[in-house]
């Protein structure tokens, strides 16, 4: 059964920083694309970043590129996304997510860990 | 791309067919000859969940009560009788401009009356 387990959100004050890590389990975590999608209150579901399987390409939305960060370690299947100088706009659900490249879709989500930026 | 879902909330009655529609501003045919259209159905409290890609393509596990149609830039998704677990937020995404990245719908609230 493919899981994905996110972790590290919480209260932070604007401009601070904050490590979100994924712990997966279930499939051959190095074989796959990983995603972050966040969702803000009550809105939909946005794309934030993604890592290519071994790592050579990351791509970000233009809302997070140069503050955000993601990286992986397939020795211990985890996905990580560095997040710094945040802001009260990036306050969401950040659910870490497994891209099914083929169909290019996202086939499998975490429960999502909730980052609140706030003073 | 931009995606724009109708209606932003459908009143439903137990049992009746249900469509959602998704309109991008371009098409999203994919010059390998695909179309990367999915549909997510979300449950309050839970993450989004996988329904259909490519159009018209059930994921493993989804009733056949759930259908997708469409091309180009105009696409439907369908419940043939709707019930109560279908209650939720339903979302189009677009994966045809990925890399770099994707774009989802604003969402349609299904309810029931």
């Known amino acids: 059964e493919v899981q994905l387990v996110e972790s590290g959100g919480g209260l932070v004050q604007p401009g601070g920083s904050l490590r979100l890590s994924c712990s997966a389990s279930?499939?051959?975590?190095?074989?796959?694309?990983m995603h972050w999608v966040r969702q803000a209150p009550g809105k939909g579901p946005e794309f934030v970043s993604a890592?290519?399987?071994?790592?050579?390409?990351?791509f970000y939305a233009d809302s997070v590129r140069g503050r955000f960060s993601i990286s992986r370690d397939n020795s211990e299947n985890t996905l990580y996304l560095q997040m710094s100088s945040l802001r009260p706009e990036d306050t969401a659900v950040y659910y870490c997510v497994k891209m099914w490249y083929a169909i290019r879709s996202l086939d499998y989500w975490g429960q999502g860990t909730l980052v609140t930026v706030s003073s | 791309i931009v995606m724009t879902q109708t209606p932003l909330s459908s009143p439903v009655t137990l049992g009746q067919p249900a469509s959602i529609s998704c309109r991008s501003s371009q098409s999203l045919v994919h010059s390998d000859g695909n179309t990367y259209l999915s549909w997510f159905q979300q449950r309050p409290g839970q993450p989004p969940r996988p329904l259909i890609y490519?159009?018209?393509n059930r994921f493993s596990g989804v009733p056949d009560r759930f259908s997708g149609s469409g091309a180009g830039t105009d696409f439907t998704l369908k419940i043939s009788r709707v019930e109560a677990e279908d209650v939720g937020v339903y979302y189009c995404m677009q994966g045809t401009q990925y890399p770099p990245m994707y774009t989802f719908g604003q969402g349609t609230k299904l309810e029931i009356k």
């Open positions: 890592i290519d399987n071994n790592a050579d390409n990351t």
């Open positions: 490519k159009i018209s």
């Open positions: 279930g499939f051959s975590f190095g074989s796959y694309t």
